[in-house]
């Protein structure tokens, strides 16, 4: 399970979001998602491996949640990170570079924004990720069964399971278990690449 620090993950933030801003939209999955198990905050913090205040200012949709929290909290309720973020979707959906759904690493210089949630019955989902050089994004198991589909943009950069690093460039494409220690690192400035997040 997914653990991170519980002091950290959340930072407390005065300001009043809107309904369509990534931390109420996050505000109003957990509650669902929470409701729907008949999970307690205590135990659903517990099982995140988070503080119970953090879930607290989350469902209250304030703070400014770490993508290392969010995945906590997705492991801890069984379901894709994606469920936890996307706003509902129109017919015809436009995301504009360096606009969507985006959530910052607190370990590493690294920026994932979900670009499209499978429904249902199709589980998967899709990110474009941004990340700098000097730091490594370690990321803890995810949900069992999950496959992880990364293509380069641009850039370079290392990423894989922690027992099997493969590096790649420009066009390279790498399938890799995401229910296994594995980790994401840039070896050139402006690396940025699309991840499909595939969900058994």
Known sequence: MQRTDPTAG???D???PDSGSPVSVLAVAL???R???GLSLTEL???AGIAKSTVSQLEAGTGNPSVETVWALGVALGVPFSRLVEQPRPDVRVIRAGDGPRLSSDQADFTATLLSAGPGHARRDVYRLELE???VREAQPHNPGTVEH???STGRLRAGPASDLVELGPGDYVAFPGDVPHRYEALAPGTAAVLVMEHR
Request: positive net charge; aromatic residues 0%.
């Open 45 to 47: 913090a517990r099982r």
């Open 35 to 37: 409701d729907r198990l």
């Open 14 to 16: 005065s300001g009043s």
């Open 31 to 33: 509650r669902r998602e």
């Open 10 to 12: 959340c930072t407390p």
């Open 133 to 135: 050089p000097g730091t």
């Open 150 to 152: 990364l293509v380069v």
